[in-house]
């Protein structure tokens, strides 16, 4: 048994969690308080901030005290570890889990992440996984708070459930991709730019959800997007010219990602939102340029990760039962 933790906000997590579960050749199982997981935990939040001391002083980021739905979340967390004995789990991604599990004596990966994470919370997750799983080239240049684990950090490449699908051969127009992990400017300014851009522009988002978005964004003559780990992968699979527009996230992990591919000439990158009517001069441009998608790498970054928690697993295993000595 291989066990996964996707962090429920938004669907990032879970769909980066499926597409490595499906190449793992033994039983998984994903963990997650969003409700298309294989088992379901209680939610720890919300919580009062006055007296929760919801970082335990600084250690961790999320555990406030005396609240139930936190009690029960780990309590069903050791149930399960009783229960299915897990060689080893992969926490995509939670500082608290991955730490917990640990302390269960259950060999733990993690999904690094990008943006300024060197604080104490983030440095105490990373020591105690086995692996640091980068969903990134291998070319990208390691975070500075990844540096002291650069040895347990692997590069797979951008991880999306649309690898490997046929590219699209004709454009169609643009598309304007909303995820369902919030938005910094609100709906309505989108559907201005979705007006000013015309009729043939599609706006996909929480209001417009597609369960599988890929025929819209494949066949985009622009793809408009915020700047989260899925997204861009999800976009390095179409091979489409794309307009990333990063979000304000903790850590500046959006902005960290989009100052890579616009330094790597594979993206467009708008900080600071325009007036609407500004955007069809914007994506008239991007879509002159031909970005050279394959180097993200998310061609077998799926597999490439699972091997990875495979060998964690194995390792663990070979520790804990040694060859007999003169068995062939």
Known sequence: MIGFYAHHHGTGHLFRCQAIAAEIPEETTILSSH??????????????????DVTAGGALHWVPRDHPGLRTRMAA????????QPRAV????????????????VPVTTLAMPGVRDDAAHRLGYQVCESIIAAWPDWVKLPDHLRTHARKVAAVGGVSRFAGRRLATEARGPVILLGRGGADAPASYWQQVQHRLGPGCRLLGPASWREDPYADLAGASVIISAGGQ?????????????IIVPQQRPYDEQAATAAVLAEAGLAEVIT????????????????????????????GAAGRAAREILAVADRSRAAHHPPVEGAL
């Open 35 to 52: 409700p298309r997981a294989d088992v379901g935990l209680p939610l720890d939040a919300p919580a009062e901030e006055r007296g929760a």
């Open 77 to 84: 967390l050791a149930a399960w570890v009783a229960d299915a």
């Open 90 to 105: 992969h926490v995509d991604v939670s500082v608290e889990v991955a730490v917990f599990l640990r302390l269960l004596g």
């Open 230 to 242: 899925n997204a861009i992968a999800d976009i390095a699979c179409t091979g489409r010219p794309a």
């Open 272 to 299: 600071h939102l325009p007036a609407p009517e500004v955007w069809p001069e914007i994506v008239t441009e991007a879509g002159s340029r031909q970005p050279e998608w394959n180097r993200w790498q998310t061609g």
